[in-house]
């Protein structure tokens, strides 16, 4: 992986050398604006409305629009004033318990390697954080902006979470406090909440849409047409509680069905949701008492039911991946 960063991390006398390479990668498309008769691609032109010409990097200043069309320019040197340099450390400041953090201040995740020099007490600082069950904030300064951060082992090492400050998150205006469910409403509710829990197995979730892009991309470069069958819209549900009692219907049958295929044949076969069953065919509350007794007695309805035609004309797995762009920060690092 390439290295980011060179440091080591800091907690009382111990410094512990580490390398710094990116934990995660975007698998998003980017596209880029072509000129459509000639496509040749389309360049970026910085112009002033004002004097209707155009200008270069070295006629930009930097401005900050402290009133509605009203700025104050600071000057390179204003910012190089207050730019910190990039630290080589990452200091420790405190070792708090994981579930105190609210996924919410996460930012990016970066791995964190030893040196060869220092393999033992990298070693040393995993092991004695993961039989503590701790988590480390630290402080840590890159290109020139200082991060709250949080250091955890993971896959038996080290990756370390920036993190948003307090004052970077927003709140949401409560408007639905006076909303009381009914306790009948709770009870079912947990109940569907409890037959749909499940392990976390993140090998089964995937980008839908992405792959459609992928058949699409894939589709042009052979010169052929692709069609993305979309589903129909889920009919509007008028009585949650009847609705509650549809789900709840429908998941303890798939409940069931997973045991079974469990007890016979071993691995499990994904089966389909509930989002897809209401999507083909849309549940209104006149239907759902009827839905209810069809699935009780172990009706399977036609949505659900896939034909050989249908397995064997699924498309094999795409290997088309996005084109990885190296920014010149990255090449300089």
């Known amino acids: 992986m390439h290295t980011l960063w060179k440091g080591s991390i800091s907690f009382g006398l111990v410094n512990v050398p580490v390398k710094m390479h990116a934990a995660t990668e975007s698998k998003e498309f980017k596209f880029n604006y072509l000129h459509e008769d000639c496509k040749s691609r389309i360049r970026s032109i910085k112009k002033c409305p004002a004097c209707d010409i155009e200008v270069g990097t070295d006629d930009l200043v930097k401005g ?51 040196e060869e020099t220092a393999m033992k007490a990298y070693k040393l600082l995993c092991q004695s954080m993961e039989e503590s069950g701790k988590v480390a904030l630290a402080r840590v300064t890159m290109r020139s902006k200082q991060h709250l951060a949080c250091l955890r082992v993971f896959e038996k090492g080290l990756v370390m979470e920036t993190m948003h400050y307090p004052k970077e998150i927003r709140h ?10 009914t306790e009948a409403e709770l009870t079912m509710a947990r109940q569907l909440i409890e037959n749909l829990a499940r392990p976390f197995e ?132």
């Open 172 to 181: 949401m205006d409560v408007v639905w406090d006076s909303v009381v469910p």
């Open 202 to 333: 993140p090998e089964k979730y995937h980008d839908e849409l992405r792959q459609q892009m992928v058949e699409l991309i894939e589709s042009k470069i052979a010169g052929e047409t692709y069609q993305v069958d979309m589903p129909a819209k889920g009919g509007k549900v008028v009585d949650l509680m009847e609705a509650l009692r549809a789900s709840i219907a429908l998941t303890e049958n798939e409940k069931g069905q997973l045991k079974a295929a469990d007890n016979e044949e071993g691995p499990i076969k994904p089966l389909k949701s509930i989002k897809r069953v209401q999507a083909e065919k849309p549940i209104k509350a006149v239907e759902s008492k009827e839905l209810v007794a069809r699935v009780e007695k172990g009706e399977e309805s036609e949505g659900e039911k896939l034909t050989d035609q249908d397995k064997s004309t699924e498309k094999p797995k795409s290997t088309l991946t996005p084109r990885k762009r190296t920014t010149r920060r990255a090449k300089e690092a």
């Open 64 to 114: 900050f629009e402290y009133e509605k069309d009203r700025y104050v320019v600071l000057s390179e040197d204003d910012l190089a004033s207050l730019e910190r340099p990039m630290s080589r450390s990452i200091d420790i400041l405190d070792f708090i318990n994981l579930p105190e953090i609210d996924p919410i201040y996460y930012q990016k995740s970066y791995y964190l390697s030893p």
